[in-house]
């Protein structure tokens, strides 16, 4: 009988498809970012402001990002299904 791996982010929450438990990282990655530029978001004039921000916004999730991904993520669930099959 074939296990199914799980995948288990940053938060404690569990996937069975590592491209799911990647995207639900980036998507708390990308929350904190946007909560952080909220007022600044908010107050941009034109659309050129707008557009500053977001980018910055951006940038900062992928820096983010880029600490964690792939070889932390995968290190991380490669040992502990390694304490599950021994």
């Known amino acids: ?14 996937f069975t498809s590592s491209a799911d438990a990647m995207m639900h990282e980036y998507d708390l990655y990308a929350e904190d970012a946007y909560q952080a530029h909220r007022e ?5 004039k034109t659309y050129a402001e707008a ?7 951006h940038e900062e999730v992928e ?3 880029k600490g964690r991904r792939p070889n932390e993520f995968h290190e991380r669930n490669r040992r502990s299904a390694a304490g599950r099959y021994e």
Request: aromatic share 6%; net charge positive; hydrophobic share 45%.
């Open 1 to 14: 009988m074939k296990r199914e791996r799980i995948f288990k982010t940053f938060d404690g929450k569990q």
């Open 40 to 44: 600044e978001m908010a107050t941009a």
């Open 51 to 57: 557009r500053r921000v977001l980018t910055m916004i």
């Open 63 to 65: 820096v983010a990002d």
